[in-house]
């Protein structure tokens, strides 16, 4: 079973600060992208910041200059850090991963995009 933990949200402030993890546990061979998306509430989900196996990162555009994705494959972790927080922030935040694990017993491996179960961010004006 493979699976992936957030922490780290919480309420905070207008301009405050929170930083977000996300692990990923299991039978996992490597990990290739890592990324954040959140949803609002009566919004679609969307895409927040990626980082890649090697660390190039992206962001939104309504994100850039203020957060901050990183990872650490030795612990197959990544990281959301956000500063500057405003109240249009405010969503579930969701980690994913692009995993590739062992399917059987010849060795066959598979690559699937797995979510973490999110994690509440509110940010009050």
């Known amino acids: 079973q493979v699976q992936l933990v957030e922490s780290g949200g919480g309420l905070v402030q207008t301009g405050g600060s929170l930083r977000l993890s996300c692990a990923a546990s299991g039978s996992i061979f490597s990990i290739n992208a890592m990324g954040w998306y959140r949803q609002a509430p009566g919004k679609q989900r969307e895409f927040v910041a990626a980082?890649?196996?090697?660390?190039?990162?992206s962001y939104a555009d309504s994100v850039k200059g203020r957060f901050t994705i990183s990872r650490d494959n030795a612990k197959n972790t990544v990281d959301l850090q956000m500063n500057s927080l405003k109240p249009e922030d405010t969503a579930v935040y969701y980690c994913?991963?692009?995993?590739?694990?062992?399917?059987?017993?010849?060795?066959?491996?598979?690559?699937?995009?797995?979510w973490g179960q999110g994690t509440q961010v509110t940010v009050s004006s």
């Open positions: 994913n991963a692009d995993l590739v694990t062992i399917v059987n017993v010849e060795g066959a491996r598979a690559t699937r995009r797995y």
């Open positions: 980082i890649t196996r090697g660390g190039s990162t």
